[in-house]
Structures are given as C-alpha cells and as structure tokens.
C-alpha cells in the first residue's frame, strides 16, 4: 500500500521524467483538459502521501489511498479510452504517466492550491529534509490524552507520511504497546518513535520491496517475502525475537489492523 516513501519515490521519478516536458493529453476522472495541452510540467514535489503537480497554471492533488497506483511509461499517443479510464492521465513528449485506482485527484488553481484544508492541515514531512522530531511531538502532545500511540502515528496532521506498515514496525522495533495513551509516553519516546519512523523510510527510498529488518541503504541482497518485515501480516506466526504468535486487532477510525508482539511490547 503507498505510504510516504512510495510516493517520494514517484516524486523523484515523475520529476526526472515529465518536469520540463509538453502536455500532449491530460485527463482527471474521465474529463478531458484541453486547456493544459500544450502546457509545460513544471513541478512534481511530494507532501506526506500527497503528490503535487504543477502543469501550466495548475496544481493536480493526487492521493493514492490504499489502493492507487502509477505506472509511467514512453511517450507517444494517448487513447482517449485509457485517459478516460484512468483515475489521472498525464501524457508529455518525454513521458506518459497513468494513475490507477486513485480516489483523490483535483486539478486545483496551482495561485489558491496552499490554501486546500487537506494540504494545509498536514504535520511535517517525514522525508522532507529539515524534519524535525521535536515538531511532531508537539503537534502528538495537541492530541486528546487518551489517544492510543497506535493511530496517533497514523495522524497525518502530526506527522505526514507514515502509514499502517510503519506504524506497526515502529512500535515493535521501538517495544511500545499500540494501545499505550499518548498521555503515558514520554516526549523523548515519541520523539525517537518519529526518528526511527525517518530513518525506516528513508532506507527504502530505493527501487527493492519495502523492508524494516535490513538496512538497504547499505547493499546486499534484499530480504524477501515474510523476511521482510517484524510483524506486520504476521499475525499467528513466531515473533522473532522470543517466539510469541503475533497478535492483530483494529486500530482507530477507520479501524486499521495493527499487528505487535504481546511479550515484547
């Protein structure tokens, strides 16, 4: 599922790819935007799991919830059939990218895009590069008391970016109970929970499956199917590290599974 680092790494490939290049076809939700044709993309700049793009006078907000995905590739003609399908369909001389299944797509006046309450209410970037720990744990402390760590960590509004996987993983690497009150964790706690959140994310940037029990940045082979991951879809199976099964039980509205070891969280 997209989660912060899914969508910077579309950032970084739409940027190289489509940045600079001419509008051939555009469409949103099945509608043509001829006006943008013959427009430059100018921009491609990633927000948490948003993805923002500039293309002449506009901003395109595009949220790829739980089932989204982008698929880009050559460049040439654009059937009006697969524009009209896809959920956005952006089609330039050096590139064609196709979103898939997106419930959010908004082409937006790039002038008043600052202002859009889904954009405006995020915390700070996880991947952006003066995140601060600090910051979101002031924004975690705002938050009711009783507010269980588990879906605190999925509040975009606190920190922008982590999604279910990494909640999940960050509270086992971390040892912290999901459904521990805000109210009792300390805020060096909640700041190393961000920290390491950071530093997961950031160690898959890169083109390999995403993993939270290697460190990839550092080469090698990656890890693969269930070695990938602490306890996230291991629910029934051994903890790895003492051997109790992995439980699993929503989390928060909407519920979300969360997955942790009873022992040693």
């Known amino acids: 599922m997209p989660e912060g680092d899914n969508i910077h790494r579309h950032a970084t490939e739409l940027q190289a790819r489509l940045v600079g290049r001419t509008v051939t076809a555009f469409w949103a939700r099945g509608v043509a935007y001829r006006r943008l044709v013959g427009e430059r993309v100018k921009q491609v700049e990633a927000r948490g799991k948003h993805l923002l793009v500039d293309v002449g006078p506009a901003r395109v907000h595009v949220h790829l919830g739980m089932q989204g995905r982008l698929r880009v590739g050559p460049p040439?003609?654009?059937?009006?059939?697969?524009?009209?399908r896809a959920s956005l369909a952006i089609a330039t001389d050096g590139a064609t990218a196709l979103w898939w299944r997106a419930p959010k797509v908004?082409?937006?006046r790039a002038a008043f895009a600052h202002a859009h309450p889904a954009l405006a209410s995020l915390g700070p970037d996880l991947l952006a590069p003066d995140f601060d720990p600090a910051a979101a744990v002031r924004r975690a402390r705002a938050q009711?008391?009783?507010?269980?760590?588990?879906p605190l960590l999925l509040d975009q509004r606190v920190a922008a970016g982590l999604g279910n996987v990494y909640k999940s993983e960050v509270l086992f690497l971390e040892r912290l109970d999901p459904f521990a009150p805000v109210s009792s964790i300390g805020d060096d706690v909640l700041a190393r929970?961000?920290?390491?959140?950071?530093?997961?994310?950031?160690?898959?940037?890169?083109p390999w499956s995403r993993t939270t029990t290697r460190d990839m940045t550092r080469g090698g082979p990656a890890p693969r199917g269930e070695a990938r991951l602490h306890?996230?879809?291991?629910?029934?199976?051994?903890?790895?590290?003492?051997?109790?099964?992995?439980?699993?039980?929503?989390?928060?509205?909407?519920p979300r599974s969360t997955y942790w070891c009873p022992a040693c969280q």
């Open 193 to 206: 929970l961000y920290a390491r959140a950071q530093q997961l994310m950031k160690q898959n940037l890169g």
């Open 76 to 84: 040439g003609p654009l059937a009006a059939s697969t524009g009209a």
């Open 144 to 150: 009711p008391p009783e507010t269980a760590v588990g």
């Open 106 to 108: 908004e082409v937006l």
């Open 231 to 254: 306890v996230y879809r291991r629910a029934g199976r051994p903890c790895r590290l003492c051997g109790t099964p992995i439980r699993v039980a929503p989390q928060g509205q909407p």
